[in-house]
């Protein structure tokens, strides 16, 4: 398995884990009548545009690979 294959499990779960986190953060807040504040850097997005990229690169390559 190739690094950009074997990366995609990792991001994955860094990902999740983070959003998870900020989303705990965010009920906290609002459970204890703070003001609730966007995240600075949202893991969503962020996540979702790093295995955009790995994916990417994981088929240029692939596809590479043979030639």
Known sequence: ??????SLPAVLSIGVATRA???RQQQHAE??????????LPAGPI??????GIVTA???FHTQQGA
């Open 47 to 52: 996540t979702a545009l790093t295995l955009a």
């Open 1 to 6: 398995m190739c690094v950009f294959c074997a």
């Open 58 to 60: 994981a088929v240029i």
């Open 31 to 40: 459970q204890a009548g703070e003001p609730v504040s966007p995240p600075l």
């Open 21 to 23: 986190d900020q989303r």
